[in-house]
Nanobody, 124 residues
């Protein structure tokens, strides 16, 4: 069982930056690949970024590539999402997700645990 808690969301102007954190409970965090997803009002939840269980490989949605960076600190049971050059279209609730195994996936159905989400609002 893994319990995930996101933090770091807020209101920021376009062009600004935010750093999201996702703290995980349990002693086996390094056994889980992690993903960040987001959901805007009226839209489906979509993949943003993923990282393998040891942090050796990452992947990004085309819409955030070059602006967002996912990282993890297994000693702190935490995964991060650094978001730079934010745009109004990045406004959404951001969720972290965990799946047992080495590799991340881009679809929600492959993840076993989800956090409660944190709101990110980017004003123009």
């Amino acid at each position: 069982q893994v319990h995930l808690v996101e933090s770091g969301g807020g209101l920021v102007q376009a062009g600004g930056s935010l750093r999201l954190s996702c703290a995980a409970s349990g002693r086996t965090f390094s056994s889980y690949a992690m993903g960040w997803f987001r959901q805007a009002p009226g839209k489906e939840r979509e993949f943003v970024a993923g990282i393998t269980w040891k942090g050796g490989s990452t992947g990004y949605a085309d819409s955030v590539k070059g602006r967002f960076t996912i990282s993890r600190d297994n000693a702190k049971n935490t995964v991060y999402l650094q978001m730079n050059s934010l745009k109004p279209e990045d406004t959404a609730v951001y969720y972290c997700a965990a799946r047992q195994g080495a590799y991340y996936y881009t679809v929600t159905s492959r993840y076993d645990y989800w956090g409660q989400g944190t709101q990110v609002t980017v004003s123009s």
